[in-house]
């Protein structure tokens, strides 16, 4: 009796596994659960054609393994193509100049950024110099928490 039940509604329960994976999918983003969901979809339709229940078992587990894994890279791929190329955050103050505003004395100083930033700064250590006075003109090379790591701008007189 319950076998006979189980495969008499084996579509609701096949909706119910869809539609499972699809509420998860809608929290996640990520379509894995979105290529469950239409492998589960394949097991409902072979099940309405009338195939075993093992039968569509199989079916759904590896159209699921397809779809996993040939078309989610493709979406996947597709969704993220053409992101904000922009620099952000630290990324985008690496080469900016600014002007030192508090003398640098034994590398370390204040510089303000040319975006209107002021910085606590102290110089590469790469660089030998370890003084620096107002005015003069620095660039960003790297930021090492709150301190801004820099080292002395070109200057292009002509």
């Given at each position: 009796?319950?076998?006979?039940?189980?495969?008499?509604?084996?579509?609701i329960?096949?909706?119910?596994?869809?539609?499972?994976?699809?509420?998860?999918?809608v929290?996640?983003?990520?379509?894995?659960?979105?290529?469950?969901?239409?492998?589960?979809l394949?097991?409902?339709?072979s099940?309405?054609?009338?195939?075993d229940?093992?039968?569509?078992?199989?079916?759904?587990?590896?159209?699921?393994?397809?779809?996993?894994?040939?078309?989610?890279?493709?979406?996947?791929?597709?969704?993220?193509?053409?992101g904000?190329?922009?620099?952000?955050?630290?990324?985008?103050?690496?080469?900016?100049?600014g002007?030192?505003?508090?003398?640098?004395v034994?590398?370390?100083?204040?510089?303000?950024?040319?975006?209107?930033?002021?910085?606590?700064?102290?110089f590469?250590?790469?660089?030998?110099?370890?003084?620096?006075?107002s005015?003069?003109?620095v660039v960003?090379?790297?930021?090492?928490?709150?301190?801004?790591i820099?080292?002395?701008?070109?200057?292009?007189?002509v």
């Amino acid at each position: 009796m319950p076998l006979e039940f189980l495969s008499e509604y084996a579509w609701i329960v096949w909706l119910a596994v869809i539609l499972v994976f699809i509420i998860i999918e809608v929290s996640s983003l990520e379509f894995t659960f979105l290529m469950l969901a239409i492998g589960s979809l394949g097991g409902l339709v072979s099940g309405l054609l009338g195939t075993d229940g093992w039968l569509q078992i199989v079916i759904a587990a590896v159209l699921s393994v397809l779809l996993l894994f040939l078309l989610k890279p493709v979406l996947l791929r597709r969704l993220h193509r053409g992101g904000d190329t922009a620099r952000s955050n630290i990324d985008a103050l690496i080469g900016t100049e600014g002007t030192v505003v508090i003398d640098f004395v034994d590398g370390t100083g204040q510089v303000r950024l040319d975006n209107g930033e002021t910085w606590t700064s102290r110089f590469s250590p790469i660089i030998t110099r370890r003084t620096a006075d107002s005015g003069d003109r620095v660039v960003v090379t790297t930021i090492d928490g709150a301190t801004a790591i820099v080292v002395p701008a070109e200057r292009n007189d002509v």
